[in-house]
Structures are given as C-alpha cells and as structure tokens.
T-cell receptor, first 114, second 113 residues
Framework: SQKIEQNSEALNIQEGKTATLTCNYTNYSPAYLQWYRQDPGRGPVFLLLIRENEKEKRKERLKVTFDTTLKQSLFHITASQPADSATYLCARAPGSSNTGKLIFGQGTTLQVKP | DADVTQTPRNRITKTGKRIMLECSQTKGHDRMYWYRQDPGLGLRLIYYSFDVKDINKGEISDGYSVSRQAQAKFSLSLESAIPNQTALYFC????????????FGPGTRLTVL
C-alpha cells in the first residue's frame, strides 16, 4: 500500500532561521504532493502543490522540492516567524495518477521561538 | 462566511447512541470527503463522494455510514457509537478539475463515553 511518512518529532527553531520539514513516500511516485498547514483545533489549509515533473515550487517564503530518486519532498520556510508555528501535513495522490483521493502523513509540528 | 461548515462543533455522547455529523459547502464542489484525525495517526479517510449519486468507502469505513443529500451536503453517521470513535472529524471538498486541493471544514470534536 502507498504510505507517506513525516517526522513525528516536533521541530523547534529560532525566529529568522529556515525551517525544513521532510516528507517521505513509498512505492510509486505520486502524480503530485501537497502541503497543508493545520493550527490547533482547526481544519488543514492548503498551501502548495508540486507535480512529479517539477523539481521545485515557491510561494512567498515557502519552497517545496520533489525528489523522485530519494522518494522525498522537502518543505522550507525561510525567515521563519512565530506565526509560522503550526503542524504541517504532507499529502500524496494514492498512485501515479490523479484519482481524487489523498493519503496524508501524520504531520510535523513546527515551533518558531522569538 | 465559511465555505465549508460542520455541525455540531463539539459533541459528547454515550456508547450505543446514534450520531449524525453534518457538512455543508458553498464552494460548488462536486467532491466531498469525511476524515477522522487521531493524535499520531494523522488524517484517515472514512468515506468520499465524487457526486450526488456516488459513495465510496475509504480506509476506515467500518462503523460509519454516509449520505449525500445534495451537491452541497454530506453527512456522516455513527449508527452505534463506541469509545474508540472518539476523535476529531473533518469534512473536506475539492473541485473535479485540478489536482484535488482540498478545502476543510472547522472540524467536529466527538467524545464517546
């Protein structure tokens, strides 16, 4: 079965530093990977999508990479701020095509200290 | 106004009771989903529907049922609630086109005693 794994340990960094979160997947490369942000007690909010044929995607201070050799996506937040503190979820399409469903990782909690 | 709403937001019930969680959306999306979230386990798909006449089981459908009453409404039922169904439940929607970016409701916190 397709799996997606994120580091369950919380990531603590100092304000202004770059936060890097990791998402690893198994078996087939997905058609795309998505990243969501979730604040405590709230629903996840979509941030970025990266397709299989894209190496890198940027949006403001966010950058996502997709390495099909390592079966890994990295999510970077540059110049991090305390307001970036949240849990970040990675999600993949179940297979190599877009079937409409998503499989989510368990999320990594980021804490940015002032 | 929120695009995806869920009712109730919190519910405490007893073992054996029937519970219905409701979801409504104003995004005009055909696709709707029900997930549950447990600490350390992430989001797991319970049921999904790609249009009004389509219902599909997800990863953990046992003990749950759903009804798609209209394009905008998708309800989740627990016919006989048990304590291990205590969790945070989310409804989500997505458009048929695109890459399935999902839009989530605020969640329902369900406690089964």
């Amino acid at each position: 079965s397709q799996k997606i794994e994120q580091n369950s340990e919380a990531l603590n960094i100092q304000e202004g530093k770059t936060a890097t979160l990791t998402c690893n997947y198994t078996n087939y490369s997905p058609a795309y990977l998505q990243w969501y942000r979730q604040d405590p007690g709230r629903g996840p909010v979509f941030l970025l999508l990266i397709r299989e044929n894209e190496k890198e995607k940027r949006k403001e201070r966010l950058k996502v990479t997709f390495d099909t050799t390592l079966k890994q996506s990295l999510f970077h937040i540059t110049a991090s701020q305390p307001a970036d503190s949240a849990t970040y979820l990675c999600a993949r399409a179940p297979g190599s095509s877009n079937t409409g469903k998503l499989i989510f990782g368990q999320g990594t909690t980021l804490q940015v200290k002032p | 106004d929120a695009d995806v709403t869920q009712t109730p937001r919190n519910r405490i019930t007893k073992t054996g009771k029937r519970i219905m969680l409701e979801c409504s959306q104003t995004k005009g999306h055909d696709r709707m989903y029900w997930y549950r979230q447990d600490p350390g386990l992430g989001l797991r798909l319970i049921y999904y529907s790609f249009d009004v006449k389509d219902i599909n089981k997800g990863e953990i459908s046992d003990g749950y049922s759903v009804s798609r009453q209209a394009q905008a409404k998708f309800s989740l039922s627990l016919e006989s609630a048990i304590p291990n169904q205590t969790a945070l439940y989310f409804c989500a929607t997505s458009a048929t086109s695109g890459h399935n970016e999902q839009f989530f409701g605020p969640g329902t916190r369900l406690t089964v005693l």
